[in-house]
């Protein structure tokens, strides 16, 4: 089955489209029920298309599981019931949710990868707020500081980046913190996993990731 609606399938057969559907995130599984990662809806597809994972859903406290074609025949209940909890996307025979969850089959590893320094996750670890004064701002209205400067041998690192607004970086200039009399908000860190993903569960749409994403029981990083 192809998935979209345009004409170009990608290498996974679904086809794109347009809107929000196949750029909808999903939470992947590993075969014990071990959080491994996040993927877009279209590589998610894919993989239930293959018949190399399986939809996993919450309903009623408890868990579900569907393979691709069952979880397209429960489409239509979702769609006059529940319309609003899910992102959807158009087949050429059906409209279809895109899962929240899908469990891994065929293998159980913990991925081994590391949260990508960028712009996008220095963000999302800070919240969008400057590190000095405290106020949030769009991001378009924030800069990155290195908190030891360059000049002064300052590294592009986790602890060595914070956001900070311009008003704040413009008076910090190439001087440290304490050497501009400033005081960071709270001190930088690695994350453990991809802070986009604590952004996500604010959201009620993905509320069921909380239940595999417990820190008591699941430390393995996550990669958006």
């Known amino acids: 089955m192809e998935v979209g609606m345009s004409t170009e399938p990608d290498h996974t057969g679904v086809l794109a489209a347009p809107g929000a559907g196949l750029d909808a995130k999903v939470l992947v599984l590993n075969r014990v029920y071990a959080a491994m990662r996040v993927i877009d809806a ?10 190399i994972a399986e939809v996993v859903a919450i309903e009623d406290g408890r868990y579900v599981n569907y393979d691709f074609e069952t979880w397209a025949e429960v489409a239509a209940f979702q769609r006059e019931y529940e319309p609003e909890h899910h992102d959807w996307v158009r087949t050429t025979r059906l409209v279809i949710a895109v899962p929240k969850i899908i469990r891994v089959l065929g293998y159980d590893r913990f991925p081994r990868e590391h949260v990508k320094l960028n712009r996008r996750n220095i963000y999302a670890r800070d919240g969008s ?9 769009p991001t378009k209205e924030l800069t990155l500081d290195h908190v030891v400067p360059r000049v002064q041998g300052g590294e592009n690192s986790w602890t060595n980046l914070v956001c900070a607004c311009v008003r704040c970086n413009a ?3 190439g001087r440290t913190p304490e050497q501009a009399r400033m005081k960071l908000v709270r001190r930088p860190v690695r994350p453990r996993r991809n802070p986009a ?6 959201s009620p ?9 417990d820190e008591a029981y699941w430390t393995v990083e996550l990669r958006d």
């Open 197 to 202: 993903i604590a952004i996500r569960l604010g």
């Open 129 to 137: 707020r400057c590190q000095y004064c405290g106020q949030r701002f």
């Open 171 to 173: 008076r910090k200039g």
């Open 205 to 213: 749409k993905y509320q069921s990731w909380r239940a595999f994403l």
């Open 42 to 51: 279209r590589r998610a597809f894919g993989m239930l298309i293959k018949e």
